[in-house]
């Protein structure tokens, strides 16, 4: 099959058999968050470490991911080499995990190509990022691979590069489930990291987008997909929604080492 992407972190992140594989997600798709009144979900912001790390807290967001109808996604994440500048789109085609082959939304791609000034169709780009490619077995557990998603990588995060984003998102009337990939702050002791990590979850769920990329440069934070995050946070804000807390965590909880962690979130944007 031609244009396939194939997978970078199997084997690493995640197990690198079809058995393995399911045999992990599934307990992370039963943790249940508490239940919350909402009409509409507009999207969710989950971490991308490996598995035994963020899975359980990413399983929060997915216990509600599996309810959504529609089977259509936005996947929306870091470029952690930076470059290139761009948000990069994988615009056709399919990813290939262990559970198979998960089909891009060609349709929506050149929906947001033709809108935008700024995403620029770069399959490259994708090859050697991870903070995608962990999310597609999640889908592909609940749904086979009977959806299709939109993937997209920011190397500059700017809150310009986020206004145009969500600009262009909000302008397409058929949106997708928006996934936001990003794990929260990296490599302080816990009690600090997740001082942190409480004041970037506060600006969120505040939705005060200026003040949450002063906080990032005043304290030194070093979430990963500060931009992802923000992009749907402007959405939200637009639409009028809500962000709420599903489960914080951090790399200790995993493995017992509180010295140097790394924080992860699960939330959810929402439409009372």
């Not at 349709?107 to 809108?115: A, E, G, Q």
């Not at 935008?116 to 903070?131: C, N, P, R």
Request: proline share 6%.
């Amino acid at each position: 099959m031609e244009n396939v992407r194939e997978p970078y972190v199997a084997g690493a992140f995640y197990p690198d058999d079809e058995e393995s594989l399911l045999s992990v997600i599934g307990p992370y798709i039963e943790n249940k968050p508490e239940d919350f009144d909402y009409k509409k979900i507009i999207g969710v912001i989950v971490p991308h470490a490996g598995y035994a790390y963020s899975g359980k807290t990413a399983g929060y967001a997915y216990n509600i991911i599996k309810h959504y109808s529609k089977k259509r996604f936005l996947i929306i994440g870091p470029n952690h080499y930076g470059y290139p500048f761009y948000p990069a789109i994988y615009p056709d085609g399919f990813w290939n995990t262990p559970l198979g082959n998960a089909p891009i939304d060609s349709s929506f791609s050149d929906k947001l190509i033709t809108k935008s000034d700024i995403i620029k169709d770069d399959k490259e780009a994708h090859s050697i990022e991870h903070s995608i490619e962990v999310q597609i077995p999640f889908l592909q557990y609940l749904f086979n691979n009977n959806f299709k998603f939109t993937p997209i990588i920011l190397g500059k995060q700017n809150i310009g590069i986020a206004r145009d984003l969500s600009e262009t998102v909000l302008s397409i009337n058929d949106k997708p489930f928006i996934i936001i990939s990003s794990d929260m702050n990296h490599y302080l002791p816990a009690n600090r990291n997740d001082e942190n990590d409480n004041i970037l979850i506060n600006d969120i769920i505040n939705l005060k987008v200026t003040k949450f990329y002063e906080d990032i440069e005043k304290y030194h934070i070093t979430a990963c997909g500060y931009g992802a995050i923000a992009t749907l946070m402007l959405i939200t804000k637009n639409m009028k929604g809500k962000i709420r807390l599903l489960n914080h965590s951090n790399s200790g909880d995993a493995n017992n080492d509180y010295k140097r962690v790394v924080g992860y979130s699960s939330m959810v944007a929402y439409i009372e």
